[in-house]
């Protein structure tokens, strides 16, 4: 989108039309306390290359960068992308395609989003998958509020702790401000989460759970779902790996009522955390209460195949208080991306990939364990395991980033039981010659 700056004299002008008649006045209603009034502390203004060099100046101060190898997932993942991907993907009548406000004049916007939707739907197990939400964090905690919604006056929800704790935080951000009780659940010896504790618990309108969860544990999705629907919740389920689902038996075909995660994986390259990728879906009869956009396919009054605005949440549509959905141009490209990268590689393709990614986090494993370390849980894994090393790794791990080798994620910060164990994560960019450096690193 193009920047217009305006003049002081447009800007008289326009605050006139309206009967206003100061800028300050347009933003009455936010809080003083909440409202800068010192200027910005920027630096002065650079020419270009005096950016660039600043720039460069502060990429080399990077310790990781494309060469290395990482071994560090936890909700983001460093996979190969395809050429085609990133050719198709970068094609400037797709970069520059606005969210679609007169959506019948976008066709071809929304054959892309009618296709992304397809796709993640028959990866899922759905019936109904929408137009992608922000990020993994933000579907989850609106998969929580369209729990409430379909349970009417319920007003609390249980998530697991092995669920990404950011996305935990995200939630909480989302429903304890609207007075909405969250309970938490603890896991097992075995990594998986323990769903005992949840007959006691009364006016339950929803229950997540992660699979693979944060500690690359696959949780009993079946199992879970039963007891979940005994307890009177739907049942959401939740992923930060959707390549896992390449593999595994996807959540829709365990019963999961609403499944979101994040989509990183299919296509875009981890950058500081972001952008992500939301995928939402649910089964056809909660389609109402489906937050953001859905894309439908027809035909025209000749007969010809074409692609419409189905369903539609967002504030230009329905009134702003009943708006859910945050979708936009970006969104939209990253929705697209995702789709082109599981078209790439088609269920056969998705399939070895996953079995490839399965395979490799397998061996090392295993000779991490020959190397004397203990795999802490038990319950089988998809390609991220908690490692415990029987001596102090972080000089092993500091040995190792001087090979430009990023080996685990310390879990104290995040699970402080869990401080002195460590999340590996193997993904089909790691080669065996890698593997077997940070074994014997272990045993030297």
């Given at each position: 989108m193009r920047y217009l700056p305006h003049t002081s004299e447009?800007?008289?002008?326009?605050?006139?039309?309206?009967?206003?008649?100061?800028?300050?006045?347009?933003?009455?209603?936010?809080?003083?306390?909440?409202?800068?009034?010192?200027?910005?502390?920027?630096?002065?203004?650079?020419?270009?290359?005096?950016?660039?060099?600043?720039?460069?100046?502060?990429?080399?101060?990077?310790?990781?960068?494309?060469?290395?190898?990482?071994?560090?997932?936890?909700?983001?993942?460093?996979?190969h992308i395809p050429e085609t991907v990133r050719s198709l993907a970068g094609r400037s009548e797709f970069l520059t395609a606005y969210t679609p406000y007169q959506p019948e004049m976008a066709q071809g916007t929304l054959q892309g989003i009618f296709e992304y939707q397809t796709l993640t739907a028959r990866l899922l197990g759905v019936d109904v998958v929408n137009a992608s939400m922000y990020d993994g964090g933000s579907a989850l905690a609106e998969a929580l509020l369209m729990g409430l919604r379909i349970a009417k006056k319920k007003r609390r929800v249980a998530m697991s702790k092995t669920i990404h704790p950011h996305y935990r935080a995200v939630v909480r951000a989302y429903l304890q401000p609207a007075g909405f009780e969250i309970v938490e659940l603890d896991y097992q010896?075995?990594?998986?989460?323990?769903?005992?504790?949840?007959?006691?618990?009364?006016?339950?309108?929803?229950?997540?759970?992660?699979?693979?969860?944060?500690?690359?544990?696959?949780?009993?999705?079946?199992?879970?779902?039963?007891?979940?629907?005994?307890?009177?919740?739907?049942?959401?389920?939740?992923?930060?790996?959707?390549?896992?689902?390449?593999?595994?038996?996807?959540?829709?075909?365990?019963?999961?009522?609403?499944?979101?995660?994040?989509?990183?994986?299919?296509?875009?390259?981890?950058?500081?955390?972001?952008?992500?990728?939301?995928?939402?879906?649910c089964k056809e009869p909660f389609v109402r209460n489906l937050p953001g956009r859905l894309v439908g396919e027809t035909k025209d009054v000749e007969g010809r195949r074409g692609y419409v605005l189905t369903l539609a949440t967002r504030e230009q549509h329905i009134r702003r208080e009943k708006a859910t959905s945050n979708i936009c141009s970006n969104q939209g490209i990253c929705a697209l991306t995702a789709a082109i990268y599981m078209a790439s590689l088609g269920g056969t393709g998705l399939r070895q990939l996953a079995r490839l990614n399965y395979d490799k986090s397998q061996y090392l494993h295993k000779a991490l364990q020959q190397a004397g370390a203990r795999i802490v849980f038990a319950a089988p894994s998809f390609n991220e395991f908690v490692v415990e090393f029987p001596t102090d790794f972080r000089p092993v791990r500091e040995r190792l980033l001087a090979r430009n080798i990023v080996a685990g994620l310390e879990l104290g910060a995040l699970y402080p039981e869990r401080a002195g164990q460590y999340l590996f994560c193997v993904t089909e960019t790691i080669s065996k010659q890698t593997m077997d450096a940070i074994a014997a690193e272990v045993r030297a």
């Open positions: 447009e800007i008289g002008a326009m605050l006139a039309a309206i009967g206003v008649d100061s800028l300050d006045r347009l933003f009455d209603s936010v809080p003083a306390e909440c409202r800068m009034t010192n200027p910005w502390n920027l630096p002065a203004a650079q020419s270009e290359w005096e950016l660039n060099d600043h720039l460069r100046q502060l990429a080399g101060a990077m310790r990781v960068d494309d060469t290395s190898q990482l071994l560090v997932g936890a909700g983001s993942y460093r996979h010896a075995d990594g998986r989460t323990d769903l005992s504790g949840l007959a006691g618990v009364d006016d339950l309108a929803a229950v997540a759970l992660q699979s693979p969860n944060f500690f690359g544990v696959i949780e009993d999705l079946d199992a879970a779902g039963s007891t979940i629907h005994s307890a009177g919740g739907l049942f959401i389920t939740c992923f930060t790996e959707p390549l896992a689902y390449g593999l595994l038996k996807n959540p829709g075909a365990c019963g999961a009522d609403i499944v979101c995660g994040e989509g990183q994986s299919f296509g875009i390259a981890p950058s500081f955390g972001g952008p992500g990728l939301g995928m939402f879906g």
